[in-house]
């Protein structure tokens, strides 16, 4: 059984963020996402808002499981009996910061190993913070998340 965690804040997630999990998920038994708690960034969803946007963007696909973690992600992934962490890679920019959490990680556990998966070019622009931007500000935020949250993220930002 191979298990894979793929943790981000999701705050909210997007169709970038659902398009790696769709592919993540044919390539591990079970694929666990993780939706960190205790972040330096305060989120503007709460955990329960966050997970509950991933359970139903995901509704259908069958070896995901979606959970909040909060301390080190790798001790969160061994208790999870997971050896693989999954990450999506948008730019270049995206580069430097993940290498070195990929290292940091490798450091504090070795048999822990970060996968990378590129992002699909559609999605490469996207990000949780521009999709809060552009929802706070009344703009179409159709196609950048999945149909079933849209109304979640409009009413987020209704007031
Ligand atoms: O979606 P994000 O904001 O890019 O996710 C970042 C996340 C949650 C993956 C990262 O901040 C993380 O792993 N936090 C857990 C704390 C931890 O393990 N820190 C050491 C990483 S080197």
Redesign the pocket.
């Known amino acids: 059984m191979q298990r894979a965690v793929y ?4 705050d909210p997630i997007t169709n970038g963020h659902l398009d790696i999990i769709k592919r993540a998920a044919v390539m591990y038994d079970e694929l666990v996402v993780a939706v ?1 708690t ?2 330096s ?1 305060k989120p503007t969803f709460s955990t329960e808002e966050r997970i509950a946007m991933i359970k139903k963007s995901t509704e259908g696909l069958n070896n995901i499981r979606v959970t909040n973690f909060d ?4 001790d969160f992934a061994a208790a999870e009996k997971a050896n693989i962490i999954v ?1 999506g890679l948008r730019a270049v920019s995206d580069f430097e910061y993940e290498f ?2 990929a290292l ?2 490798k450091k ?1 556990r070795k048999d822990i190993e970060t996968i990378f998966i590129m992002t699909n070019y559609k999605y490469s622009y996207l990000s949780s913070s521009m999709v809060k931007e552009i929802a706070s500000l009344g703009g179409c935020i159709k196609d950048l998340v999945p149909d079933s949250i849209l109304q979640d993220i409009k009413n987020k930002f209704k007031d």
């Open positions: 943790p981000g804040s999701f960190v205790n972040y960034k301390g080190l992600l790798v990450k070195q959490m940091m990680n504090l």
